[in-house]
């Protein structure tokens, strides 16, 4: 931004090119200038913003899905370890149960 001297120059220069008669004129064109300068200005930081905040929501939705399919394997093994525990289970209460009466007197040389 230019200090007070600098401003000065500019302001000499201008009246110099143009005239006493243009310089309003050309004020009011460097303002309408600088008004679409500035929405210009706004229109792409936003657009950057947008940009910036599509990129973090893709981010967060890959970890989402990742962590998703790390949960689902996660619930696979567990189902696979609690049905080969079940199974143990199931295999040691068939050996250790009791025989019944009825197996004794039809095989009485296996007590």
């Known amino acids: 931004m230019p200090g007070g ?6 302001l000499l220069v201008v009246l110099l090119l143009f005239g006493g008669k243009e310089l ?7 303002g309408k200038w600088t008004s679409m300068l500035r929405q210009s200005m706004t229109e792409v930081r936003r657009e950057f913003n947008r940009i910036a905040i599509e990129d973090e929501l893709k981010e967060a939705k890959d970890t989402v899905l990742s962590v998703g399919k790390e949960v689902k394997e996660a619930r696979k093994d567990l189902l696979k370890k609690m049905t080969s525990i079940t199974d143990d289970v199931a295999d ?20």
Request: proline share 12%; net charge negative; no cysteine.
């Open 24 to 30: 309003p004129k050309v004020a009011r064109t460097m």
């Open 92 to 111: 040691d209460l068939k050996e250790k149960s009791p025989r019944s009466p009825s197996s004794s007197i039809e095989n009485p040389d296996q007590e």
């Open 5 to 10: 001297g600098e401003f000065l120059i500019i």
